[in-house]
């Protein structure tokens, strides 16, 4: 009878070491390893960003000049009695005259970014002297597009002169803060 209760106790003994050993895994090494899992993943991924750091501070430089040189081209107001001047310099030198310059409201963009300034502008030159203005004003240091232009109105000057009547539709842009 002695060899029972030394079993017994035993038997719970083992028994109460299980369920304590059970308790422990589910209440506290279970989640412990979870947490160690999820922690582990998160070093990689931060390791995996430490190795790539140099090389997105250099995009970064790169897309800081890249904007400094692009927002150039966008002034942050209209502008429009210098882009005015411009144009006015441009058409001067080809031997064109400047009708009308008749800039309309602006437009916000799509993505609210910036806005779109249309102008509607008229000139009267010849075929190659309009070319070239419009040659002139894509290579302007402000982003200045040309747009639906029309030709009208040909009048025979001389024998190797035709005037022409070129209405157009351009589009300045700009940021507004």
Do not use: H
């Not at 506290?28 to 070093?43: E, F």
């Not at 800081?64 to 002034?75: A, N, R």
């Not at 411009?86 to 080809?94: S, T």
């Not at 402000?142 to 070129?166: H, M």
């Amino acid at each position: 009878m002695k060899d029972l209760d030394t079993r017994k106790i035993i038997i719970f003994i083992v028994l109460g070491v299980t369920l304590i050993g059970g308790l422990w895994y589910y209440f506290y090494y279970k989640d412990a390893s979870d947490k160690i899992d999820r922690l582990s993943k998160d070093i990689e991924r931060l390791y995996k960003y430490k190795r790539q750091l140099p090389k997105l501070k250099a995009q970064y430089k790169a897309a800081q000049v890249e904007f400094k040189k692009y927002s150039s081209k966008l002034p942050l107001k209209e502008e429009i009695p210098s882009l005015l001047v411009k144009l006015n310099g441009i058409i001067k030198k080809e031997d064109v005259v400047l009708l009308s310059f008749n800039p309309k409201n602006a437009i916000k963009s799509k993505d609210g970014l910036y806005y779109i300034k249309p102008i509607d502008i008229r000139i009267r030159s010849t075929y190659v002297n309009c070319g070239n203005v419009f040659e002139k004003v894509a290579k302007m240091d402000r982003l200045f597009k040309v747009k639906n232009f029309s030709i009208s109105r040909p009048e025979i000057v001389s024998s190797s002169k035709v005037l022409l009547d070129v209405k157009f539709s351009a589009e300045t842009y700009y940021f507004k803060r």
